[in-house]
């Protein structure tokens, strides 16, 4: 897909909300407490605050955006939750089917029901599919993704908790890492990422390290991304050995 006339500020799109945790990923989940705030505040899409909903209202937004988007769906819950019906993840994939101006990112951690319903989705070039990996224990899902018919497939390597010792890349284009964030954050080390780095460079697989997660976890105090006024800022600094890594699906070396 032609990317010249995407707009790169990234949206997101709810069409669902709610969860439940799954593996260790997902112990200091943002969006379970972001519901818990927007319920307090009154906002009726939360209402039931992180108990799964979906919302048929909103399959209609990405029709109103004028300009090409890149959009993260879901950023609140799972498409591939259990509870999700199979008929309404068809009906998200029908939007993204008829708005191919869009490039829309999905990300799960239930890639076993990806997997079991990918034969029945129309997977067109505009959606990027993902699978979330926090450590060794999780790597199962990069297979689970890797048979799907999804047209572009990536792995969300965050929060990054725990070294990858094996990493599967074939049938995979692009790769996210990132540390965990937030008071509670587990910290994550050089190493992992030096691994998981060198794994995409010799596969020739897009990297993207999105952050450190806090300054303490840095191995570069230094790092003038920590500084918020710094325009490639990400929380505790984004650079390893000096330079920034946001590779894109085929922008790789």
């Avoid at 998200?92 to 191919?100: G, H, I, R, S, Y």
């Avoid at 199962?140 to 792995?155: N, P, S």
Wanted: proline share 6%.
């Amino acid at each position: 897909m032609a990317q010249s006339n995407i707009e790169w500020t990234e949206l997101t799109w709810n069409p669902v909300t709610g969860c439940t945790k799954i593996s260790p990923g997902c112990k200091h989940c943002y969006a379970e407490t972001m519901s818990k705030r927007l319920k307090a505040m009154g906002v009726e899409k939360y209402k039931d605050g992180f108990n799964i909903r979906t919302h048929g209202d909103s399959l209609n937004i990405p029709f109103g955006w004028k300009k090409s988007k890149v959009v993260f769906v879901n950023s609140m819950s799972d498409l591939f939750h259990p509870d999700v019906p199979v008929e309404f993840i068809k009906s998200v994939f029908a939007v993204m089917n008829k708005t191919p101006q869009h490039i829309y990112q999905v990300l799960t951690k239930r890639s076993e029901r990806l997997l079991e319903l990918s034969k029945d989705l129309n997977w067109t070039e505009n959606i990027w599919m993902g699978v979330s990996v926090e450590s060794e224990d999780y790597i199962f899902r990069i297979g689970e993704l890797a048979k799907t018919d999804a047209k572009t497939k990536f792995l969300s390597i965050e929060p990054l908790i725990a070294p990858i010792k094996t990493l599967d890349l074939k049938r995979i284009d692009w790769v996210i890492v990132g540390g965990e964030s937030g008071h509670k954050a587990r910290p994550i080390k050089k190493e992992w990422i030096d691994f998981v780095k060198a794994e995409c460079n010799k596969k020739k697989v897009a990297f993207f390290f999105k952050q450190w997660g806090k300054p303490k976890f840095n191995n570069n105090p230094s790092d003038p991304t920590i500084g918020t006024e710094h325009p490639q800022h990400a929380k505790g600094g984004c650079q390893l050995d000096g330079k920034v890594y946001r590779e894109m699906p085929g922008t790789a070396a």
